[in-house]
């Protein structure tokens, strides 16, 4: 199927669109060939044009949120800067900054526990914490990918 059809289809339907992957379906579209159809169509700049104006689509002003249980969550915003089917086919090469958030970890001075930014919680991380603070970024990327790949049909790489 031609991405020129599927596209008009995600037109009607809204887009970004979290059924993405059933109207891929439905129409039969692969979606593992969604950007390098639209690169085909409108080149490399177009896939950014593309992918930029999806994203800030679904994240608007503050990001997007990654809910992280409880009351903690975290911003993140999100700026495609290339395509390189090279690298991966299916995902556009970004960037990101950190959005408003409200994580829970102890302050370094009293030792209790409190909600921070993220930011904070970076800046007040010691050598022994880096690991934590390694996963815990590494997890609100993966789910940061992972609601772009569900309304959007295509991936975030992290640059």
């Known amino acids: 199927m031609d991405v020129k059809y599927f596209l008009k289809v995600l037109e009607k339907e809204g887009y970004p669109n979290p059924d993405i992957q059933s109207i891929a ?9 969604f950007l390098l159809g639209i690169r085909d169509r409108v080149g490399e700049e177009g896939v950014i044009d593309f992918c930029e104006k999806a994203i800030n689509k679904l994240q608007g002003e503050d990001g997007v949120r990654v809910d992280l249980g409880g009351d903690e969550y975290c911003y993140i915003k999100i700026f495609p800067q290339y ?3 090279r690298e991966s086919e299916n995902d556009v090469i970004a960037k990101s900054s950190w959005g408003d958030s409200n994580i829970l970890s102890s302050d370094p001075e009293t030792g209790d526990e409190s909600y921070f930014t993220i930011q904070v919680v970076i800046d007040n991380t010691d050598m022994g914490g880096w690991s934590d603070l390694d996963e815990l970024l ?3 990327k993966e789910q940061a990918y992972n609601i772009v790949f569900q309304n959007c049909g295509f991936g975030v790489w992290w640059e």
Do not use: A, F, P, T
């Not at 379906?25 to 060939?33: A, C, F, R, S």
């Open 25 to 33: 379906k439905m129409v039969g579209y692969n979606l593992d060939y």
């Open 83 to 85: 395509y390189d089917e």
């Open 138 to 140: 590494d997890h609100i």
